[in-house]
């Protein structure tokens, strides 16, 4: 768990009903530094790996932001503002964006695990 290439795959959250969403995954350096920069918006969710906190300085919106622990359980959801400094979270291993108030809508929150498909 947790050695995955940049490229994409689907998040699918594990709750009352399985919820899959379009996934970017960034886990070189370069990938993970450009993240969401320079977007208007994301397609499903991006997981950044490794990561334990993010910034949204130079976005151009707001995003959620899910720190996830190496089982891949969500310890902590925010939504964060442009030009931001999320603080570290203990922990956390890997971090999700995706735009802000769509998480709830997942079933992302804390306790839950997800899963990470890559195609």
Do not use: C, Q
């Amino acid at each position: 768990m947790g050695r995955w290439l940049d490229g994409r795959g689907r998040l699918v959250v594990h709750g009352e009903r399985d919820v899959a969403v379009p996934l970017e995954i960034a886990t070189s350096y370069r990938a993970r530094t450009k993240g969401l920069l320079g977007r208007d918006a994301v397609e499903g969710a991006l997981l950044l790996s490794p990561a334990g906190s993010v910034h949204t300085f130079r976005m151009r919106f707001p995003i959620d932001v899910a720190y996830l622990d190496r089982n891949l359980r969500v310890l902590a959801v925010r939504t964060m503002h442009p030009n931001r400094l999320g603080l570290p979270r203990l922990r956390s291993r890997h971090v999700l964006e995706a735009g802000a108030g769509v998480m709830g809508g997942w079933g992302v929150r804390v306790g839950v695990r997800v899963e990470i498909v890559v195609e």
